[in-house]
């Protein structure tokens, strides 16, 4: 079974300070994710990675920054947290075979900003 | 802009009933429609997806049907149970890279 972990279910950070999401995959995905949920929204991609140090943006990487120094291993960092990104944050990686394409999810991050 | 339009926000289905939901996509170029079921508490997992090539694709009980003239695809779930409660997104495809655009999400409640 792939498995994508998240660092923390939930997190409560404070406006400005710095903030790291952490996420682990045991697949040996070359391609992680980096979403964030919201109602009415769905789901924005932020950044994705399609090998270790390499990456591109999303929708929405304002306010984002990203690192994937190893390949298993891909993070989400908020260089000064604001209350906008409160939100439920979701990692991802994906696999492609034979025309069958499908993104692997973690559990989420719900980050509340106060 | 939202490349992935999803309709309805919200669906409150009877048990045995059957739950619609439809998405429209703007980008020609999307080839891979795929359907992601999220439960409360859990990441989105993939549940059945489609190629243009096909108009219909049925697993069990989750039926999608493809209009690529309209430019247009739906989930059908026959006999829908309490279980099938969860939030639903369709999702697209490029026929070049590795990205999912995402619609907005169906949040299905499936009444006893």
């Known amino acids: 079974d792939v498995k994508v972990t998240q660092s923390s279910r939930y997190l409560v950070k404070r406006t400005g300070e710095k903030v790291f999401l952490e996420c682990v995959q045991d697949?040996?995905?070359?391609?992680m994710f980096w979403y964030r949920q919201d109602p009415g929204l769905g789901l924005r991609l932020i950044y994705f990675?399609?090998?270790?140090?390499?990456?591109e943006k999303g929708d929405i990487p304002e306010g984002y920054s990203v690192s994937r120094e190893k390949k298993e291993r891909f993070s989400l960092i908020l260089e000064s947290a604001s209350t906008n990104q409160t939100s439920m944050y979701l990692c991802a990686s994906s696999f492609m075979s034979r025309g069958t394409y499908e993104q692997y999810f973690g559990p989420g991050t719900r980050l509340t900003v106060t | 802009q939202q490349q992935v339009k999803q309709s309805p926000q919200s669906l409150i289905v009877q048990k045995g009933g059957i739950s619609i939901i439809n998405c429209a996509y703007e980008n020609t170029a999307f080839d891979y429609f795929p359907w992601y079921q999220q439960f409360p508490g859990k990441g989105p997992a993939l549940l059945i997806a489609i190629r243009p090539d096909v108009s219909e694709k049925k697993e069990g009980r989750f039926t999608i049907s493809f209009n690529k003239s309209a430019k247009q695809f739906s989930l059908h779930i026959m006999d829908s149970q309490p279980g099938d409660s969860a939030t639903y997104f369709c999702a697209a495809k490029g026929n070049a890279g590795n990205m999912l655009t995402f619609g907005g999400g169906t949040r299905l409640m499936v009444k006893p």
């Open positions: 697949m040996d995905h070359e391609n």
């Open positions: 990675s399609y090998d270790v140090k390499m990456k």
